[in-house]
């Protein structure tokens, strides 16, 4: 069975930074190219990066573009989140999202609150 | 960026009904779009995959068509469980984009 566990989400003030991750098991990590989402408290989803398998390469929406840095740990069957910069509009639950070979975000973790407050 | 249109925003149903959800894409994106059910409180979860391709699992009153720049979500004989939110989501190229979601409620 897929599993996608998030951990890390906490309280942090502006400008902080914080390191999210995402304990993949039940498949071949390494084989499969892996999203962060995001969701507002009351808001839609927002697709923030992803990151592919084999010789990764990284996309990023602008809204994070320069302050996140998605990365991965194939031994340890985990991808990550770095985030700096941090400011309000980043207080989100945020999901690690597999992706299949042709299905797009075909498995989500249950998701890890990131709250960015004073 | 592709902005990913998607209407209405919430809509009222009753069990047994069709309902009907459509995305429209800013530019051509092919089939290259995910339609994504969330229930209150949980992740959300794929049904539709390149625009019509129905997921293991999902109950076949769920049907996708569309290519281009207008696809289209269909609920035949709405059913309790299907109360939720609905997303689309355009994989042609990044910045990926989700609509803004639509509501279905009583």
């Known amino acids: 069975e897929v599993q996608l566990v998030e951990s890390g989400g906490a309280v942090v003030k502006p400008g902080g930074s914080l390191t999210l991750s995402c304990a993949a098991s039940?498949?071949?990590?390494?084989?499969?190219?892996m999203n962060w989402v995001r969701q507002p408290p009351g808001k839609g989803l927002e697709w923030i990066s992803s990151?592919?398998?084999?010789?990764?390469?990284?996309n990023y929406a602008d809204s994070v573009w320069g302050r996140f840095t998605i990365s991965r740990d194939d031994a340890a069957k985990t991808l990550y989140l770095h985030m700096r910069s941090l400011t309000v509009d980043d207080t989100a639950v945020y999901y690690c999202?597999?992706?299949?070979?042709?299905?797009?975000?075909?498995?989500w973790g249950q998701g890890t609150l990131v709250t960015v407050a004073s | 960026a592709i902005q990913m249109t998607q209407f209405p925003s919430s809509l009222s149903a009753s069990v047994g009904d069709r309902v009907t959800i459509t995305c429209r894409a800013s530019?051509?994106?092919?089939?290259?779009l995910g339609w994504y059910q969330q229930r209150p409180g949980k992740a959300p979860k794929v049904l539709i995959s390149a625009a019509s391709m129905l997921q293991s699992g999902v109950p076949s009153r769920f049907s996708g068509s569309g290519s281009g720049t207008l696809f289209t979500l269909t609920i035949d004989s709405l059913q309790p469980e299907d109360f939720a939110t609905y997303y689309c989501?355009?994989?042609?190229?990044?910045?990926?984009?989700f609509g803004q979601g639509t509501k279905v409620e009583f």
């Open positions: 999202v597999r992706d299949r070979a042709t299905v797009v975000a075909d498995s």
């Open positions: 530019q051509a994106i092919r089939n290259d």
């Open positions: 990151i592919n398998h084999g010789r990764p390469t990284e």
């Open positions: 989501l355009q994989d042609y190229n990044y910045p990926r984009t």
């Open positions: 039940g498949f071949i990590f390494s084989s499969f190219s």
